[in-house]
């Protein structure tokens, strides 16, 4: 009996041992389980949304992605956290995003912006660009949007006449003991095809231009590019030869086409050139005491009268809808909000380039009136190798190949 009594007393004492660690473990469980959801709960109401950048400079990419973390981090409430992705601008765009997709993609206006967006399913919302001036809306295809503007300009000390031949002239007088008057920084080849779309634009206007672009549409080699008719008497080799008869003439160097942007820069900032052809962009690179005494313009054309493309690449907005865990609803809330005009004047202020938006400030008079240059043009444009969908080997290529044939005065260099 005291055996029984015994027993029965252990069996009570252990029972009660193994009910209250099964408490234990059972309340560790539920404890552990609450915050897994917790934090599951916690990482669905946080968006992460991958913005993606594709041969935007890096100064714009800057100015964008600082714009999102400090004035979209919200989403209906809801908190939205940005990935950013940096494709190689040097590399094939498709193949990067196949293996590192994107929910918002900011690229340059091209080939990209206008294959990669043709086959998406968003619908474009044109009430968003309808503070755009028309030459800018023009630019959104009904497809994408356009967020900035750069421009390229003519940067003088002095009045720069209003066409062409006056311009040639002008530049002439300014020669002062053979130091020549017109700079640029042609080792750059995104300065160079500027450089040359302008001055095709500016000789034989928009059909003229046109003309090149389709050709270069057709994978033709150089030596075929050179026979582009331009206009009726006129091909692509009289643009090239224009710039070998300036050089014959005095008013620019040989040097100019081994000139990359900080060699122009550090000459600018010496006051040596008297006229430098460059984009806003690298403009904004000067500093402020060495403007002083430049003013900026547009780039003169043979007939004041007729209707300008003014080379004036834009970065376009594309939200995507391929990727179905991401909310495509979240870009494209990010996109609308960066088109609404206060936001699009803190982005022209921080970047200092144009903003697609009559009403947005800008960050100067510079900035201003190079709007209002593209509101009164036509049309606006890329360079001919992006216009024509060119490969970034082939633009290479084409950018080589005219700054040989002008270093040699003419040569083709097979």
């Known amino acids: 009996m005291f055996f029984k009594n015994f027993l029965f007393r252990v069996i009570i004492v252990n029972m009660k041992s193994i009910t209250k660690k099964n408490t234990i473990i059972l309340s560790t469980f539920f404890s552990i389980l609450i915050l897994i959801s917790f934090v599951i709960i916690t990482l669905i109401n946080i968006k992460l949304t991958c913005v993606g950048f594709y041969q935007v400079s890096s100064e714009n990419q800057r100015a964008i992605v600082s714009f999102l973390q400090k004035n979209l981090a919200q989403d209906n409430g809801k908190p939205v956290k940005f990935g950013i992705i940096t494709y190689n601008e040097k590399e094939d765009f498709f193949t990067q995003y196949e293996q590192n997709p994107c929910d ?4 340059k206006d091209g080939e990209v912006s206008r294959t990669f967006a043709k086959s998406q399913k968003l619908k474009f919302n044109p009430t968003l660009i309808e503070t755009m001036p028309s030459t800018m809306k023009k630019t959104s295809k009904n497809i994408y949007y356009p967020i900035i503007f750069d421009h390229f300009e003519v940067l003088s000390k002095t009045k720069i006449p209003n066409t062409l031949d006056s311009f040639v002239e002008h530049a002439k007088s300014l020669i002062v003991n053979n130091q020549k008057s017109v700079f640029f920084a042609g080792n750059e080849d995104e300065t160079l095809l500027q450089l040359i779309t302008a001055l095709t634009e ?4 928009y059909e003229g231009l046109n003309s090149v672009i389709k050709v270069l549409k057709q994978n033709c080699d150089f030596a075929c590019l050179l026979d582009a008719r331009v206009a009726e008497n ?23 086409y081994n000139m990359k942007e900080s060699d122009l820069l550090a000459m600018i900032e010496y006051g040596l050139p008297e006229i430098v052809f460059l984009p806003l962009s690298t403009h904004r690179k000067i500093p402020s005491r060495s403007l002083e005494t430049y003013t900026s313009t547009v780039f003169p054309a043979t007939n004041v009268f007729s ?6 690449p834009a970065v376009v907005g594309i939200p ?50 190079a709007r209002l240059w593209i509101a009164s043009a036509s049309l606006t444009t890329n360079h001919i190798a992006t216009e024509s969908f060119l490969s970034v080997s082939k633009t290479y290529f084409l950018a080589e190949s005219i700054r040989t044939y002008l270093k040699t005065n003419g040569i083709v260099i097979e």
Do not use: H
């Open 202 to 205: 500016a000789k034989y206007g």
């Open 104 to 107: 918002l993609l900011f690229t």
């Open 234 to 256: 006129a091909t692509f080799r009289d643009v090239l030869q224009e710039l070998i008869n300036w050089k014959k003439s005095g008013i620019l160097y040989d040097e100019n």
């Open 320 to 369: 995507i809808t391929e990727r179905k865990f991401f909310s495509s609803k979240t870009a494209t809330n990010i996109l609308q909000s960066i088109l609404e005009s206060e936001n699009m004047s803190q982005l022209a202020l921080s970047s200092k380039l144009i903003p697609a938006s009559l009403s947005a400030r800008t960050a100067d008079i510079q900035a201003s009136d």
């Open 307 to 312: 209707k300008r493309c003014l080379v004036a």
